[in-house]
């Protein structure tokens, strides 16, 4: 099995920052895509960011200049680095990846953690 823990989250004041880790474990050949998604109350989950196994990062463009991903193929890590937060910002972010368990395992399975809550207000 595979788990998916993230940390970090909390109350922050406009500007300010935060950084966003999730660490995956279990049974783990490789981690393809990794990343992170968002649900603000009364919206619908949305794309924040991710990261590919080589490095492509993608983000929403409501993020882009202010947030950034990087990954620890070797920790089976990923971080978000959230700057300039503003309270928009506000939401459960959940860490998701796909993972594969086994080299047989070409497209692997699809993860989702149980998310960190980001509260950005004054």
């Known amino acids: 099995q595979v788990q998916l823990v993230e940390s970090g989250g909390g109350l922050v004041q406009p500007g300010g920052s935060l950084r966003l880790s999730c660490a995956a474990s279990g049974t783990i050949f490789s981690i393809n895509a990794i990343g992170w998604y968002r649900q603000a109350p009364g919206k619908q989950r949305e794309l924040v960011a991710t990261i590919t196994a080589g490095g492509i990062r993608k983000y929403a463009d409501s993020v882009k200049g202010r947030f950034a991903i990087s990954r620890d193929n070797a920790k089976n890590t990923v971080n978000l680095q959230m700057n300039r937060l503003k309270p928009e910002d506000t939401a459960v972010y959940y860490c998701?990846?796909?993972?594969?368990?086994?080299?047989?395992?070409?497209?692997?399975?699809?993860?989702w953690g149980k998310g960190t809550l980001v509260t950005v207000s004054s």
């Open positions: 998701n990846a796909r993972i594969r368990s086994t080299s047989g395992d070409y497209y692997g399975m699809e993860y």
